[in-house]
């Protein structure tokens, strides 16, 4: 039986006396891709924020290998790979400085990995172009790349696919999938169409929301 990683407890948050999702429950195992679904403004965000542990703005609780998060939110952080909104992107330094740059907070990570993760995500040919001459497409693929260099067990990642090209979204599909069949955890919110369908688990929030 695989293992129950992350715990999540009749959650409940409310944004200007609206409820986003009440009484939330689920539980997710290793090996796992879920997918937040809900129309626009039903919280997905808010949600992943929340499962992060950047957003305190709820009720209920989350628990990380059984371990409540706000009890060792470091632990917790050194698991996580949370890719939000913001491409995170530092526009002065190329793809290359900005890959070297994450890759300074882990030391198992060396130059030809870096070379090989920009490769991966298209970008052979601009490692030295600065990342403000690029397109939004390429920005976003710089950032997709430290998906091929991270070790975090659980990736929480906020419409990873913006912006990206069809053939793109294809390979980072596959990127997601080998994260998850090495044990690790996916949770995603996406507006594309996935290919990967039949091994993502989908969670729906207007199934959980109520009012106020
Ligand atoms: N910091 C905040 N303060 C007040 N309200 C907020 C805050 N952040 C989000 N909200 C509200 O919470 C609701 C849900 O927003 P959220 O961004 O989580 O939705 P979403 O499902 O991710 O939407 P989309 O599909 O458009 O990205 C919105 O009505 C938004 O106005």
Redesign the pocket.
Known sequence: MSEILLEVEKLFCE??D?V?FSDLSFQVQAGELVQIE??????????LRILSGLSR?FEGEIRWRGVPLADDLPAYARELLYFGHQAGVKSLLTPEENLRWYAALDTSIDLEQIDQALNAVGLKGFEDVPCHMLSAGQNRRVSLARLYLSQARLWIL??PFTAIDKQGVAAKENVLLAHAQRGGIVIL?T?HELNLTQHVRRIH?DEHSGTS
């Open positions: 944004r200007d609206r986003l809900g129309p626009n403004g039903s919280g997905k965000t808010t949600l703005h906020d419409e919110t507006h929030l």
